[in-house]
């Protein structure tokens, strides 16, 4: 037999005799025979504490009996943790919306509208956009704004 089956067989032979296959696996199986001598002493104990009566209860047992069963009650429950985690899921919602409020009413930021720096178009693509293909162009409404003429360089045909 394996040690499994003999372990389950003394468990349920409370104090009938052992059969001889049990006996003869005890004296071959060290463990087994282990295992058996500490179950008898187990079981000897609880015959010995069967007998025995139950103890008085010591003077205050009763006021330390309550006053554990109130620690017991003021330790959080399930329904705190939740409570709490609720609690913060509300501030955070509360905090982003502040948050986005903020950003849209704010002048600046990606939500913003056109400013007076974005409207302003620089000198030079203020000449090109008035410019006539003509050759009428809207400098000369605008003399401030006119370019600067540069003279032409000199071509010259002379190989050095």
Same mark, same amino acid.
């Given at each position: ?84 985690? *609720?609690?913060?899921? !509300?501030?955070?919602?509360?905090? @982003? /919306?502040? =948050?986005?409020?903020? $950003?849209? +009413? ?28 003509? *050759?009428?162009?809207? !400098?000369?409404?605008?003399?401030? @704004? /006119?370019? =600067?003429?540069?003279? $032409?360089? +000199? ?6």
């Amino acid at each position: 037999m394996r040690c499994d089956d003999i372990r389950e067989l003394l468990d349920n032979l409370w104090e009938g005799e052992e059969t001889a296959e049990i006996r003869q696996h005890l004296t071959q199986c060290a463990s087994c025979s282990s295992y058996h001598r500490d179950l008898r002493l187990l079981r000897a104990g609880l015959q010995l504490w069967k007998h025995e009566g139950a103890p008085e209860p010591s003077l205050g047992f009763a006021e330390r009996m309550v006053r554990q069963i109130g620690k017991i009650t003021d330790a959080p429950t399930a329904a705190d943790f939740f409570e709490r985690v *609720g609690r913060r899921f !509300v501030y955070a919602t509360l905090v @982003l /919306a502040f =948050v986005a409020l903020l $950003a849209l +009413a704010l002048p600046s930021g990606p939500v913003r509208g056109l400013s007076a720096a974005d409207i302003q178009i620089p000198t030079q693509e203020v000449l090109l956009a008035y410019s006539d293909p003509m *050759g009428d162009t809207g !400098v000369q409404e605008a003399p401030e @704004l /006119a370019p =600067v003429e540069t003279p $032409a360089p +000199a071509v010259t045909d002379e190989v050095k």
